[in-house]
């Protein structure tokens, strides 16, 4: 049932990324999760919109982990705090702040799900520590292999989910 929700949603986000303004997503969404009243019917999603020009990016969260950021100038990786909401259908009428960054060349974005940094033995913040440590020690290898790294040795283990995407401009 819940694979088959995960699909339902992913389809009704599909379609607003192509037709709603991108400020709208995230509320959108959770309008749907609240209209749907489903058992246990709710989720966490992260959107991130960068011009491809500039490096403006923009992040807004509906119950996600924090993103993560590289910034090449100080060689430094730092959580990206701001602009999240609660998690999708728990609040309606919810609002989705939105985080505004730059990311110059050689910087770099990481957003991941809980399932990377969660774990029954730490808190948040020692998760949230571990993927900005395991990112600094990928930089030694380059960033091509860091989301491969993040999911494989993900906090939460295989019973979880574990996704991470890294975005970076060259």
């Known amino acids: 049932l819940a694979g088959t929700r995960a699909l339902v949603l992913g389809g009704v986000m ?9 400020e709208q997503v995230l509320s959108m969404s959770n309008s749907f999760l609240d209209r749907e009243r489903w058992d246990e019917g709710f989720a966490t999603a992260v959107h991130v919109r960068i011009d491809l020009d500039t490096g403006e990016a923009v992040i807004a969260s509906a119950g996600h982990p924090a993103a993560a950021r590289y910034d090449a100038g100080s060689g430094r990786w730092t959580s990206v705090d701001g602009g999240r909401g609660p998690a999708l259908g728990v609040v309606a009428r919810a609002s989705f702040p939105e985080t505004r960054i730059r990311l110059d060349p050689g910087d770099a974005l990481v957003v991941c799900t809980d399932g990377v940094i969660e774990s029954r033995r730490c808190t948040l913040d020692d998760g949230v520590d571990w993927m900005l440590g395991t990112a600094e020690a990928s930089l030694v290898h380059g960033l091509p292999g860091l989301a491969d790294q993040l999911v494989r040795h993900g906090r939460a283990g295989v019973d979880d989910d574990r996704a991470a995407v890294v975005l970076w401009r060259e």
Do not use: M, T, V
């Open 14 to 22: 599909s379609g607003l990324l192509g037709s709603a303004p991108s």
